[in-house]
């Protein structure tokens, strides 16, 4: 029986397929990419303002009695740490039989404007650690913040040092701002060329979206155009597309920057270094990095241009702790977190390292 | 090169113009204004000729890839020699594309869809253009070029947000503002709830701690109970010793008023020295001090 259209095409022709290929990528161009991430199984034990902390619930016995506290950048959205099952940090630890607990900034409004690295580091952490102790009937914890959360952890680390911190893991976490160190941000976000207060002061939070361009314009010919070469390819030879989906869907969920914290952010840190001076001060507190004395893994990437090996490295001169690695991963900023070689590489390497660690 | 992105566009749009009219028309003629329309009109001729070839399946596929990447080549030169190259943008394309050639025809068969082809061609030039645009964007003219962009267009945002509170705050209508001043407060609010939460989960610790004290304490208790009996007793059994001693006293000062009364024995009599209080005395200073 002949199954033809009245185009002429039978189902299923390789002129069919092309169209629904190519009907495929168009959608993901025009309405952006749909997964399903962040699917370990968790619940909401506590909330402040915006923010959540979230409890993973263990798929095995709770083997360690110390807990993980996650704690990730103010900008786009922590599921990265739980990409998608099979490709997932969280999933892993939690395997392992850790505790692991992640601290969610959410989304911040209008009406958050003002909040800044005071409020995070001085009232939201703290709380957290506080209800994640009470929660976990533990009187320590692991530390491990990614990016911007583990400068904002170090931070803690530095004004809240002893107990109940155990431990402390840093995952390319930006410590030192000098120029050289920095790449083409540290042309960009010169003093001479960038003024924060002009973009905060219009947007009030700065838009997710302009952050992102920052970030993508330090490789525009990879991210605006070889991310759409690897979909199309990816859809023409039916090669599996769930990962790209769930990292396109991650890099293009950006969240608001708040006013206050992005001036502090550029100026304080980016433009005057002040963290390695330890001219840093919250709410009058200075914060010094040489306070930090519990044991601390650091870890960066050789291919990272969002942080640099030299700015995470610039820690370990700092920490007063004797005991302390510094841990350079073949790959980028995301890429050390997510997909093969994070599994072969980064999620054993803070398993075996925290194994003794938190007993 | 142009430090402004549209003089540099403008230049290279102007040159491959040039160029494009040039080789189109032949004439040698290299000051021969740019023609727009003409370039516009022959390049749809170009993509039409090729579409219409790939339609009628004339011709091998790979040839057809040869065919244009050599015509495209050869353009891209004629177009840099005759019109120049200020910005060095066309040398660097040139080099790419040249580059390219070899790369795809060092042995390589030439795909027959226009995608696998133009990955090819992505992935042999990514690195050039990467680095190339790397060059431009880091420069400190277009630095001085994004700073002013970013000034302009932040002073006209905030200049349109201004413009828009004050309109829907002209019309009666909540703005942004309100709702953010609301949403302020409410998120005050549970500020004070998270306080209050947090006080009462502390009192909760502090009372299951004292709980968890509190046999220890009772047994402390009875302890010290036990103490106060003892003591009391102690006191009692003290109060009738006294009582015994001061009847004891009261007959040794009978016993001697009665040998004062007898002047023939004044040997036994114990002598007391002048200013030392009698036993009595003593005894009950004694008392009184306990």
Redesign the interface.
């Known amino acids: 029986m002949d199954t033809r259209d009245e185009t002429g095409h039978k189902p299923g022709s390789s002129f069919e397929d092309a169209l629904k290929k190519y009907r495929e990528g168009m959608q993901i161009i025009l309405e952006g990419a749909k997964a399903d991430t962040g699917q370990t199984p968790k619940e909401v034990i506590w909330t402040k303002n915006k923010a959540k902390l979230y409890h993973y619930q263990p798929a095995t016995p709770v083997t360690y009695p110390v807990p993980i506290l996650l704690v990730y950048a103010l900008i786009n959205r922590p599921y990265v740490l739980d990409l998608m099952p099979g490709n997932s940090l969280v999933e892993f630890l939690v395997g392992k039989g850790f505790n692991v607990y992640m601290l969610d900034w959410g989304t911040p409004g209008d009406e958050d404007k003002n909040l800044s690295f005071d409020n995070y580091v001085l009232d939201y952490i703290p709380q957290a650690v506080k209800k994640m102790l009470r929660n976990a009937h533990a009187g320590e914890f692991t530390l491990l913040g990614y990016c911007m959360g583990g400068t904002m952890s170090a931070m803690y680390a530095a004004l809240f040092p002893g107990k109940p911190l155990k431990n402390l893991i840093l995952l390319t976490a930006p410590i030192g701002f000098t120029a050289d160190d920095m790449g083409l941000f540290g042309l960009w976000t010169s003093e001479k060329y960038f003024d924060p207060d002009l973009l905060a002061d219009a947007y009030g939070n700065v838009p997710g979206e302009v952050i992102d361009s920052g970030n993508r314009m330090l490789k525009p010919v990879t991210n605006y155009v070889g991310t759409y070469v690897t979909m199309w390819d990816r859809i023409l030879q039916n090669k599996p597309m769930d990962t790209w989906l769930a990292m396109s869907k991650w890099v293009n969920d950006g969240v608001p920057f708040p006013g206050a914290a992005f001036k502090q952010w550029i100026r304080e840190f980016y433009q005057q270094n002040k963290l390695v001076k330890g001219e840093i001060k919250l709410r009058g507190q200075m914060v010094n990095l040489t306070n930090i004395t519990c044991p601390v893994l650091n870890i960066a990437g050789t291919k990272d241009h969002i942080c640099t090996p030299p700015q995470a490295e610039a820690t370990m001169r700092l920490i007063s702790s004797q005991d302390k690695e510094f841990y350079v991963i073949d790959a980028g900023h995301v890429g050390l977190l997510t997909g093969s070689n994070a599994r072969k590489d980064l999620w054993p390497k803070i398993w075996r390292w925290l194994e003794p660690r938190s007993q | 090169m142009p430090a402004d992105p549209m003089e540099a566009w403008e230049q290279w749009y102007g040159a491959v113009s040039k160029g494009w009219s040039r080789a189109v028309n032949g004439n040698g003629n290299k000051t021969a204004p740019p023609d727009p329309l003409s370039l516009y009109q022959t390049w749809l001729k170009s993509v039409s000729t090729v579409q219409e070839q790939f339609l009628r399946g004339a011709g091998d596929p790979q040839e057809l890839w040869k065919q244009w990447l050599e015509v495209t080549t050869d353009f891209w030169r004629k177009a840099a020699e005759a019109g120049g190259d200020p910005t060095g943008l066309m040398k660097q394309w040139m080099e790419m594309m040249e580059e390219t050639r070899n790369r795809l025809f060092a042995g390589m068969p030439l795909p027959a869809d226009p995608?696998?082809f133009?990955?090819q061609w992505?992935d042999a030039t990514?690195e050039t253009?990467?680095s190339l645009?790397?060059e431009v964007?880091?420069t400190?003219k277009f630095?001085?070029v994004?700073?002013e962009f970013?000034?302009t267009y932040?002073?006209f945002?905030?200049t349109m947000?201004r413009a828009s509170e004050e309109y829907f705050r002209n019309l009666q209508l909540p703005t942004?503002?309100d709702?953010?001043?609301v949403?302020?407060l409410i998120?005050n609010l549970?500020?004070k709830v998270?306080q209050i939460d947090?006080e009462l989960?502390d009192f909760e610790?502090g009372a299951g701690s004292s709980l968890s004290q509190l046999p220890v304490a009772l047994q402390k208790l009875s302890a010290v109970e036990q103490l106060e009996q003892r003591t009391g007793s102690l006191e009692q059994r003290l109060e009738r010793v006294e009582g015994k001693l001061d009847t004891l006293l009261a007959s040794l000062d009978k016993l001697a008023a009665r040998e004062e009364a007898k002047p023939a024995a004044p040997a036994r009599r114990t002598k007391r020295k002048p200013g030392t209080p009698s036993q009595k005395s003593a005894g009950a200073a004694s008392k009184a001090e306990s």
Do not use: H, P, Q
């Open positions: 995608f696998t133009f990955k992505y990514n253009w990467s645009v790397g964007i880091g400190e630095m001085d994004s700073s970013l000034k932040a002073s945002y905030a947000r942004r503002s709702i953010a001043r949403a302020e998120v549970e500020e998270d947090s989960e610790d």
